[in-house]
């Protein structure tokens, strides 16, 4: 298909950011965004990369109803010269179809829906920052849009993409940060949707976050569905443990979200010959750990925060330090590499980085 192009005329376009070292994450948007149609009996259709602007739907439209929805989190970087780069996006394009799949949503083409981010960005690639560690958010998304109530797969969908330039995800920024341990609530149950990247997913770890940035806590960690036992992710995040000489991580199984961060982590500390295990590990394993003084460090991998050291947990009524509260080595290699490889300043042995100008 050929993407329609409808500039926004120079004079009606939006002012950017004067001080891109004080953007905060997801309050701005650039001037243009990407949209296509799908039904059933056409397929994609109509694909128009046009003005920012409010979509329009019934108020019958199933995702407002029962939830049929998925999105996506990229990054483009600016580096020297002016050159431009996204991160892994075809892992992003893979990610998002396995999503529809489970969800009984229209997949998209890879090729097509990394040509989509490319030409949104570059339409708009003023907005990707110019300022240190500073990067424009991309967000694809999804949602079914046919006008019928009555629980069944939507037969229409609308797919959608909108950019915006970002600072930190955290207000800490790259500093260590606070989690709650939840044994209350959970995220994602076997034979769930916890593997996809699902509104309804991020809707129902609301009311335990809300709990956590009560008591102090930026984020909230989960426990597994079934014995509250294993931990699973953190937030937004998939979670890494330094015990020892020993990187561990929850292994992949349907519950946990597979972040492209988090096998970039995995394919460095793998290039690095770090001991790396992908295996099930207990809460009372963790805090035994910081105990005994084996757990060096504790940090989260995401596309938004990249990496995110963590420097206190709370859990059962107790708080715990790790690493007496500071960055981690480790952690901060992680962080150093992985955007120093984002935004050109370092080799890129593993073909992530795409220069798209």
Known sequence: ?????????????????????????????????????????????????????????????????????????????????????????????????????????????????VEAVT?????????VPKAKDASMYIRPAMIATEAALG?????????????????????????????????????????????????????????????????????VLWLDAVERRFVEEVGTSNIFFLIGEELVTPPLGGTILPGVMRNSILTLADSWNMKVSERPIGIQDVIQAIHDGSMKEMFASGTAAVVSPVGHIYYQGNEYVINGGRTGSTAEKFYNEILNIQYGKAPDPFGWRVRIA
């Open 1 to 113: 298909m050929e993407i329609m192009v409808k500039p926004v005329p120079e004079e009606k376009r939006k002012p950017r950011p004067v001080d891109e070292t004080k953007l905060e994450f997801g309050k701005i948007f650039s001037d243009h965004m990407f949209t296509m149609h799908y039904h059933v009996e056409k397929g994609w259709h109509d694909p128009l990369l046009g003005p920012f602007a409010p979509l329009a739907l019934d108020p019958t439209a199933q995702c407002l109803h029962y939830g049929q929805e998925i999105f996506e989190g990229m990054k483009a970087y600016r580096g020297e010269n002016g050159s431009i780069y996204l991160f892994r996006p075809f892992e992003n394009a893979k990610r998002m179809n396995i999503s529809a799949r489970r969800m009984c949503m229209a997949e998209i083409e890879e090729s097509f829906f």
């Open 119 to 127: 030409q949104l960005v570059l339409i708009d690639r003023d907005w």
């Open 151 to 219: 629980v069944h797969p939507s037969t229409e969908f609308i797919f959608f993409i909108i950019a915006g330039p970002v600072g930190a995800y955290y207000p800490e920024g790259f500093n260590p940060t606070k989690i709650y341990v939840s044994e209350d609530y959970v995220r994602s149950a076997p034979g769930g949707t916890g593997a996809c990247k699902a509104g309804g997913n991020y809707a129902a770890s609301l009311y335990a976050m809300r709990l956590a940035n009560e008591m102090g806590y930026t984020q």
